[in-house]
């Protein structure tokens, strides 16, 4: 079944990926010509249909990386509190995913990054330092690193952690996985953010660093990776985009 397609030059089909006995299901969108791709770890029983997440990849759409936006739970799955906080069972789903993502014609041979919010940043990271080989880039929304503390030391990957600079516990908690982060890595905050960046414009933010990181990291095409800068989250981002 093909998906709407979300911009001009995009092609849209959901997919289904075998996970042992489970299937992950979700929507993978492409580019007319695409500089990469970038699996979506939701959190917080969160999944495909999660409007941040579904914005954050338009964006990334919209400068030619694929996404694919997944459900690492089933529905049933859901309703156990307990596995939203299963970061083994969600980092397994992921590298499944990412497995699928290396044989499929669309995608296979691009760079792979992920985008993890909450316990699913957690979960990319994991994934990330187990089978690091694929893994071009992690960026994480308001994530619990924390919940990954053991694999920290294992991310190859460039991260890049994003936290609303007024969600201080998961900041302090930011702060501290911040160390035994090995990788090139770097916390950036969002001025006036909370949590679920629902403030005027920081999503807007979010979108724009992400897109930032993957490009650097991710692009095939060189001119397409902007100058790197460690001060990025204290400019404004102009855009028309309004999140869902």
């Known amino acids: 079944m093909v998906a709407q397609n979300m911009n001009a030059g995009t092609r849209g089909r959901f997919v289904e990926i075998p996970a042992g006995r489970r ?8 580019p007319r010509e695409p ?20 914005f954050v990849a338009q964006a990334l ?6 996404t694919l936006l997944i459900d690492l739970l089933e529905e049933e799955e859901n309703q ?3 596995n939203v906080f299963d970061i083994e ?6 590298g499944a995913a990412t497995i699928w993502l290396g044989r499929d014609p669309d995608t296979r041979g691009l760079k792979l990054g992920y985008f993890g919010a909450s316990t699913g940043a957690a979960a990319a990271l994991v994934a990330a330092a187990r089978r690091p080989e694929p893994v071009g880039a992690v960026v ?11 694999d920290l030391p294992d991310v190859i990957a460039p991260t890049l952690l994003i936290v609303g600079g007024r969600d201080e516990e998961v900041l302090e908690l930011n702060r501290r996985a911040l160390i035994p982060l090995c990788c090139p890595k770097e916390l950036v905050t969002i ?5 679920l960046f629902e403030e005027p414009g920081t999503l807007e933010r979010v979108a724009r660093l992400a897109e930032q990181w993957f490009l650097r990291h991710l692009a095939t095409d060189p001119l397409a ?5 460690t001060t990025r989250a204290a400019e404004p981002v102009p855009t028309n985009r309004e999140p869902p």
């Open 191 to 195: 001025p006036g953010a909370t949590h």
């Open 23 to 30: 299937w992950v299901r979700g929507v993978l969108r492409i």
């Open 225 to 229: 990776r902007p100058n790197p800068s």
């Open 140 to 150: 994480s929304r308001g994530g619990r690193p924390d919940l990954a503390w053991d």
């Open 89 to 94: 069972l969600l980092a397994e789903r992921l």
């Open 80 to 82: 156990d509190r307990r």
């Open 35 to 54: 500089r990469g791709v970038v699996a979506f770890a939701h959190g917080s029983g969160s999944g495909r249909f999660s409007p941040r997440n579904q």
């Open 61 to 66: 759409q919209d400068v030619g990386l694929a």
